[in-house]
């Protein structure tokens, strides 16, 4: 089963997808998918980064993300989460 040169490691996964974007992209295709590029670019990666994650996997609205730590994982969805309140406002 765990034969010799099997690696393990742990791994903090994170699953995360815009809401409302069937919604979104019926309304303005062309501004929703401007805006999700904006917002990744600007404050998605940039944060993911500094957590030492990566992004294992993409979506049409959403992403798959592996962090060493829970820690980061958490911290990166926490800063997630306070730009999309602002960006709300």
Same mark, same amino acid.
């Given at each position: ?25 019926? %309304?303005?295709e062309? @501004?929703?998918l401007?805006?999700?590029? +904006?917002? !990744? /670019?600007?404050?998605?990666?940039? $944060? ?19 962090? %060493?730590?829970?820690? @980061? ?5 926490? +800063?997630? !989460? /306070?730009?999309?309140?602002?960006? $709300?406002?």
């Amino acid at each position: 089963m765990g034969g010799e040169g099997a690696k393990r490691r742990l791994a903090a996964i994170v699953a995360a997808d815009v809401a409302g974007y069937a919604r979104l992209m019926g %309304a303005d295709e062309e @501004g929703t998918l401007a805006r999700l590029k +904006a917002h !990744r /670019r600007e404050l998605v990666d940039p $944060a993911i980064a500094e957590h030492r994650g990566r992004i294992v996997k993409t979506t049409g609205d959403g992403f798959l993300m592996e962090f %060493a730590s829970a820690v @980061g994982a958490r911290l990166t969805t926490a +800063a997630r !989460r /306070r730009s999309d309140r602002t960006a $709300a406002r």
